[in-house]
């Protein structure tokens, strides 16, 4: 009987740790990407604010805006693999502690920045400063998060818990847009531009403070737990990986390279049509279409909403049908329609209805692929090396395609005029990115993870 009593409360604590696991982990990512999604709805407030010296013109502050934007995305691998190192040797949970409290007290150190105006070129110098530690901090977030969602979740359903890790990008930049259109509304020109644009980002020290209370309750994964046990060692106890046979580690240390580089891949089309469709938006409608700010950043919660309503729906349906059978169909769909849909936005007498009806549909189609892709990226790496693999190839997907798509797409428009350049970049990078998809194999969602 008091076997029996025993194993129900194992079994309850089973239940609750799961939506703990994925409470904590996908806090930190909410955090980054609302940071991320209020710089971009920002970032001609920002260009005007650090970039612009006297005589200055606005559409080459923006570039540069988005330089220091690209930047931080260049040091993400960076992150990922020294935090990843240190995760898959020490633990998801005590790394995840330090990328989230310190890349919230980048974002809000960014509230308090003097400008241009007040220090002159020390102030784009100490913002680029703080991008790179947030770029650090994020790099570490994702690759740790995602491999706590996906070690922690229920036998085949990978792909519904690794989705909330994407569907946080929805909801951070879904809250950077909100945080965003409530300050622009609120305030007039002048006092956005002079402290207005600062307090979204100040906003981000209670957040901060809320994901680690959350992640100091927060228990090891299982599968990080089961590893140190076929070890030997204790649940606190260092170099999980050192302590590996030496013909495991030699190979891990030969597929990993190749496994990132093939993720990377896979990647592709996610990262350049979700920055394209959700984060460079707001930018491209109002220094391109002529749209106001209001209705730039209307036209991005919508998208972002549509993103978010197809996200848990792809990754519980890749559970059944495949990891590859989705995202492939999202890829080619985003494809093929990347074009049409900018020339319904571009076209400054569609209807209202259709012009955001078409936005929702671009950010619903990368759902089919932020959905899976978590639980995707966690099936390419065995326990000893997923933090750090999964988060690498994430940040260095990002780097190129996510976080150089606002710098080329503003300095391809700026050299050829042609309006239609974000979606020949969709195209071109969902085309590849569908063909390393289709190398999935169909039964990965059916496989274990590899320990």
């Known amino acids: 009987m008091t076997t029996s009593t025993d194993a129900s409360h194992r079994a309850a604590r089973r239940r609750l740790s799961v939506p ?96 241009y105006a007040s220090v002159g070129a020390a102030a784009p110098w100490l913002l680029t400063a703080l991008r790179i530690v947030q770029g650090l901090s994020a790099g570490g977030e994702f690759g740790g998060a995602v491999a706590l969602m996906t070690e922690s979740a229920p036998p085949g359903k990978r792909g519904r818990y690794g989705a909330w890790q994407s569907l946080t990008v929805a909801l951070g930049l879904l809250a950077g847009a909100g945080a965003a259109t409530s300050v622009t509304t609120l305030l007039t020109a002048p006092q956005l531009a002079s402290w207005g644009w600062r307090l979204p980002f100040l ?43 030496p013909a495991a580690a030699r190979q891990r240390q030969t597929q990993t390279p190749w496994a990132v580089i093939v993720g990377c891949g896979r990647l592709m089309a996610w990262a ?51 990891r590859r059978t989705v995202t492939v169909t999202g890829a080619v769909l985003i494809a093929v329609s990347a074009l049409p849909l900018l020339h319904v936005v571009q076209d400054r007498h569609s209807p209202a209805w259709l012009a ?7 950010g619903a ?35 190129v395609f996510s976080g150089c798509a606002g710098l080329l797409i503003t300095e391809l428009i700026r050299r050829t005029g042609d309006p239609d350049v974000p979606a020949y970049y969709v195209l071109v990078t969902c085309g590849l990115g569908a063909l390393a998809l289709a190398t999935l194999r169909g039964d990965d969602h059916h496989r274990t993870l590899r320990d």
């Open 20 to 115: 703990r696991a994925v409470a904590a982990g996908a806090i930190g990512n909410f955090i980054e990407w609302y940071e991320f999604g209020v710089y971009a709805y920002f970032a001609t407030v920002i260009a005007a604010a650090f970039f612009t010296p006297h005589g200055g013109g606005a559409t080459e502050a923006l570039v540069k805006a988005y330089a220091s934007f690209a930047l931080a995305f260049f040091f993400r691998p960076v992150g990922a693999f020294l935090l990843g190192r240190a995760g898959d040797r020490f633990g998801r949970r005590p790394v995840l502690l330090a990328a989230v409290t310190t890349m919230s007290c980048a974002t809000a150190l960014i509230g308090v920045l003097p400008t």
């Open 203 to 245: 906003a981000a020290l209670p957040m901060g403070a809320i994901a680690l209370w959350l992640r100091l309750r927060l228990a090891e994964s299982p599968a990080f737990r089961r590893a140190q046990e076929a070890r030997g060692q204790e649940p606190c106890a260092p170099a999980v990986v050192a302590a590996s046979p």
């Open 272 to 322: 350049a049509a979700g920055y394209t469709f959700l984060v460079v938006l707001p930018s491209y409608l109002q220094n391109t279409v002529g749209a106001s700010p209001q209705q730039a950043l209307l036209a991005t919660v919508i998208a972002n909403l549509g993103f978010a309503a197809t996200i848990l729906p792809a990754g519980a349906l890749s559970d059944r049908l495949g």
């Open 356 to 362: 955001y009806g078409a936005v929702a549909l671009a």
């Open 365 to 399: 189609l990368v759902g089919l692929l932020a959905g899976p892709g978590p639980a995707m990226l966690a099936e390419m790496f065995p326990t000893a090396v997923r933090y750090t693999g999964l988060g690498v190839a994430y940040a260095l997907a990002n780097a």
